[in-house]
């Protein structure tokens, strides 16, 4: 829960001290977490995220990019798998 503190606080994350009226993430178990005394991972240094895709053949059925090894209706009943065709077949996960 983001509050504004009333006193004093030290960060879990960091040990920074953190002055009253300043806001911090409160937990129920009495950690406090600053928002300014410790660097942030900034949304664009993480990964960009794979956009879902769709394979569609003749049949109007198409696979995902999330599961490639299935076979999808139009309104999205998975009604088969592939084999992936490694030689680890199942164990690799494919």
Wanted: proline share 5%; net charge positive; glycine share 10%.
């Amino acid at each position: 829960m983001t509050i504004t503190l009333k006193r004093e606080a030290t960060c879990a994350e960091c040990g920074a001290t953190i002055q009253a009226g300043t806001r911090a993430n409160w937990y129920r178990n009495g950690a406090v977490y600053g928002y300014d005394c410790h660097p942030r991972t900034a949304k664009e240094n993480r990964p960009a995220r794979q956009p879902f895709r769709r394979q569609w053949d003749n049949e109007g059925h198409y696979r995902s990019s999330l599961d490639p090894s299935g076979l999808y209706t139009a309104d999205g009943a998975c009604i088969g798998r592939m084999r992936c065709g490694c030689e680890d077949y199942p164990c690799c996960g494919h």
